[in-house]
């Protein structure tokens, strides 16, 4: 199961996707814009809205 983190792009966000990979915990990120640092990070779904 993975963990699904809004507003990646973010400074909470961020930092809460941050944690949860230093758990080895998998995460899942949705954002409005693939296209921002640091999304190569992680795996992210883009929202549209």
Known sequence: ???????F?????????KNLKEKNIPILCAVRNVEKPNIH??????LSL
Not at 1 to 7: D, E, F, Q, S
Not at 41 to 46: E, F, R
């Open 9 to 17: 792009t973010g400074k909470v966000g961020y930092e809460v996707a």
């Open 1 to 7: 199961m993975k963990a699904l983190v809004t507003g």
């Open 41 to 46: 990070l992680v795996t992210c779904m883009s």
